[in-house]
């Protein structure tokens, strides 16, 4: 149960896009299309801004979009707003039965 | 309004045991599947623990494997971590959440639980 790779950091000036990367296995990202992304700002609970790979929840802005290829997903965030400064984090189910998330991305709005 | 609460957290020394629950409202708690997920202050997120719907298949992460044990009480909607043999590698804030499309749909505000002596 290794976690997935995130890049520690991203960041982005406002209205530019930025991309996150969250790479797996076969056994995990590649496995299934059940990739989901979380949004935490400090000090506040995680919020999910997408699952299975590419769907927002109601509510999420369409500025977030998910995707994947092979045994890595992505999330990108366009037209970056201040608001959008947090913790990223993705997650996988696996074909074990179990869950794991990613190691993390802070994104910094410049 | 989905209410998720968790209670529980305090300090405990290590070796000892603690027990969470999460109360549930503003939905359907006997037929959604729960998760709990927790997170070393400063740190990233641990998926720990897994129960569906009915209780029938719960699976858990290899790190509390054995140590842990989930349960839920549908009548109650209540969910339940009992954690025995904690370490100092256990001190988190402990989140349950809702699953929904094998995502955390929901979370709570957490629960600090702290192993030290």
């Known amino acids: 149960q290794s976690a997935l790779t995130q890049p520690p950091s991203v960041s982005g000036s406002p209205g530019q896009s930025v991309t996150i990367s969250c790479t797996g296995t076969?056994?995990?990202?590649?496995?299934?299309?059940?990739v989901s992304w979380y949004q935490q700002p400090p000090g506040t609970a995680p919020k999910l801004i997408i699952y299975?790979?590419?769907n927002r929840p109601s509510g999420v802005p369409d500025r977030f979009s998910g995707s994947k290829s092979g045994n890595t997903a992505s999330l990108t965030i366009s037209g970056l707003q201040a608001e959008d400064e947090a913790d990223y984090y993705c997650?996988?189910?696996?074909?074990?039965?179990?869950?794991?998330f990613g190691g993390g991305t802070k994104l910094t709005v410049l | 309004e989905v209410q998720l609460v968790e209670s529980g957290g305090g300090l405990v020394q290590p070796g000892g045991s603690l027990r969470l629950s999460c109360a549930a409202s503003?939905?359907?708690?006997?037929?959604?599947?729960m998760h709990w997920v927790r997170q070393t202050p400063g740190m990233g997120l641990v998926w720990v623990s897994h129960?569906?719907?009915?209780?029938?298949?719960?699976t858990y992460a290899d790190s509390v494997k054995g140590r842990f044990t989930i349960s839920r009480d549908n009548a109650r909607n209540t969910m339940y971590l009992q954690m025995n043999s904690l370490r100092a590698e256990d001190t988190a804030v402990y989140y349950c959440?809702?699953?929904?499309?094998?995502?955390?749909?929901?979370w709570g505000q957490g629960t600090l639980v702290t192993v030290s002596s």
């Open positions: 959440t809702t699953d929904g499309a094998y995502a955390s749909t929901y």
């Open positions: 503003g939905f359907t708690f006997s037929t959604t599947w």
């Open positions: 129960i569906k719907s009915d209780g029938t298949t719960i």
């Open positions: 076969s056994s995990d990202v590649d496995y299934y299309n059940r």
């Open positions: 299975e790979v590419s």
């Open positions: 997650n996988s189910y696996t074909s074990s039965d179990t869950w794991v």
